[in-house]
């Protein structure tokens, strides 16, 4: 079955919601996702919206705070883009009618999170802010939007020229082929590769594993944020626990409420999120409980509403004042290196969101930097893609030739447990050399033919791609940086300040750029 449209966009979280909104004037736009609307990263968004709206506050000082946080790993012309034009696009937003929570004199409450200067997080329903701005990007759609759900795209299209023109999918009415001007990722990260995450179980790559295999840039994989307050009980971790939690004035202790951070950074329970999971991954390796302290908050049923239900329904008592949490994968600051309008290394795809790398995350991303993202990035596609039209006019789909059999695959629970193990918080070279060594060759994976398999079978199979790319990004990057922590190399290297590890056409490269164009001839090393 063949979709013929204008746009296609891959996805339905805050980027892809906020393009096609803008999108839908101008063009016949399809979205398609392989599980419910609801169900993405944005939608689950506690903590809230980045960006400055008070007089005490400026966008340079945003900026500072998200290159701090980042270990100055960025893309630095893009991070300006995200802090100043997001601040813009907020305050439209604000003016639009968005509901923010406010304080009595109607100024919207900021909140304060880790590694920022300023309050300057903008809240929505309490816990609920990416549940509300889905809801309102939803409300704004019209019937000029086709949604199609429970749809799984698995194989991105090329024409004759090597441009985008359209992506496979695969659902409960079998394939169906779209074909469109202009393809746009927006399929969020890749947390479900660990055992222990924050994130769907559905957030398996995908959109990574598909750019990858048709021929795009990928960058930054080895910079996984784990968030260290995720709910832990039984055993599994349950739900996230906002950072806004210990901006209220939580506090991580241990069983016996002694603070955990105290002399461990001077911003303690705000420090950056990649020194706080680190410093709850030493108690628990020590075979410690570790807890958030709530007992200083007032009124936190009414303040946490999300977070009050979760603990309920897990039989965690809040008249303790305690909230056993757990380190947890949680946000992937790599992906399809993208650039500020979304334009990726394969004419006519875009990435947008957690999927993208346009460097504005660096080793570690910013608290409430990523919904600013998704607006701010999707809005800037969006009007890229206004000014450009639709042009295309060869939708003759190259053969890829694709034959190659399925190799051997972990399941999905051995590869999240060895994910864990091997890519976690704290990383060993002999243990990841270890896992390379039993997972299939990327250019066997280049070249499976995917026709057959059923969305199991073709999320298993992104899953590898994208774990092979961390895994040799990980093992690449000597030094720790971020959220990158080896084990053997615990301190910085100048020498891989401002260095970019690409993965394209099966091969993988060290540039100093996150973009291949400004490059000089000779700076590129060939790793293999």
Partial sequence: ???????????SGIAALQTARLLEEHFQVQLVTKCSVKMSSSYRAQGGIAAVTSQEDHPKLHIADTLTAGEYHHERRNVKVLIENGTEIMRNLLNEGFPVDRQVD?????????????????????????????????????????????????????????????????????????LAHHVILATGGAGALYSCTSNFATN???????????????????FMQFH????????????????????????????????????????????????????????????????IDITKIEHFE??????AQLCSDNNVNLQDGLIPVAPGSHFLMGGVVADDKGRTSIPNLYAIGEVACTGVHGANRLASNSLLEGITFGQRTAQYIIQTGCTQNNFLISDKHHQQTMPSLFTKDQLRQMMMHTLGIVRSPIDMQQFVQQLPSLQTLLHVNLNGLNQQELELFMMHIVAILMAFAAITRKETRGAHIRVDQPENDNQWANRWIIFQQGQMKVRDSLYEYHQTRGIVKAIF
């Avoid at 079955?1 to 996805?11: A, E, H, Q, S």
């Avoid at 307050?229 to 209220?248: C, T």
């Avoid at 706080?276 to 410690?288: D, E, I, P, S, V």
């Fill in 1 to 11: 079955m063949d979709v013929k449209t204008d746009v296609l966009i891959i996805g």
């Fill in 106 to 178: 109607g100024s919207p409450a900021l909140g304060l999170e880790g590694a920022h200067s300023h309050h300057r997080i903008l809240h929505a329903g309490g816990d609920r802010t990416g549940q509300v701005m889905i809801d309102y990007l939803l409300n704004q759609l019209t019937s000029n939007i086709v949604v199609n759900c429970y749809e799984m795209a698995y194989e991105l299209l090329l024409n004759t020229n090597g441009d985008c023109v359209g992506v496979l999918t695969k659902g409960a009415k079998g394939t169906k082929r779209y």
């Fill in 204 to 222: 398996t790559g995908d959109g990574i594993a598909l750019a990858y295999r048709a021929g795009a840039a990928i960058s930054d994989m080895e």
């Fill in 228 to 291: 260290p307050s995720l709910l832990w009980s039984q055993g599994q971790a349950k739900g996230l626990v906002s950072e806004a939690v210990r901006g209220a004035g939580g506090i991580f202790v241990d069983a016996y409420r002694q603070p955990l951070m105290k002399g461990i950074h001077k911003q303690l329970d705000l420090a950056p999120r990649h020194v706080t999971a680190h410093a709850l991954f030493h108690k628990r390796a020590a075979g410690q409980e570790t807890f």
């Fill in 302 to 307: 009414e303040r946490f509403p999300t977070i």
